[in-house]
């Protein structure tokens, strides 16, 4: 009997994830999928699509699985690849001010296309930056 109120609490928890808040796997994948669009497509990203490889294909599937548990679901990511090392993996690329801004413009721009909640695109916006500021290796 104990445990039920610790599984009732944790499905509630779990369905106030980022997570499922977006709309579970299908929405983190359109995400993932129109922000890479975005990237493709727009000039005002030309700088950090240079960063990529000309086929997105396992930049989108590497952060469909990393957002997929950051967010709150399960976690792909480090079922298939083991820890993210995300400052360790992005050193190879010259990432600055001007990267991360298009980086996050980009995401902001797929959030508000997918119809993300305002408040919880903010909470995202703020936990993306922190991130994406992080990954800087170079002033400028």
């Not at 509630?12 to 129109?34: F, I, K, M, Q, W």
Request: aromatic share 8%; with cysteine.
């Amino acid at each position: 009997m104990s445990n039920i109120p610790n599984a009732i609490e944790g499905a509630e928890s779990a369905a106030r994830t980022p997570y499922a808040l977006l709309g579970g796997d299908a929405a983190v994948r359109a995400l993932v999928d129109r922000f890479y669009d975005l990237m493709d497509l727009e000039p005002q990203f030309a700088e950090v699509r240079a960063l990529h490889a000309p086929d997105l294909a396992q930049a989108r599937e590497k952060l469909y699985l990393f957002l997929s548990g950051r967010l709150g679901g399960p976690s792909l990511y480090i079922e298939r690849h083991g820890h993210p090392m995300l400052r360790a993996r992005h050193l190879p690329f010259a990432i600055g001010i001007r990267e991360r801004d298009q980086w996050m413009a980009c995401i902001e721009q797929a959030m508000v296309e997918q119809a993300v909640a305002e408040d919880l695109r903010e909470r995202l916006l703020l936990a993306f930056f922190q991130t994406a500021d992080w990954m800087r290796n170079r002033a400028g």
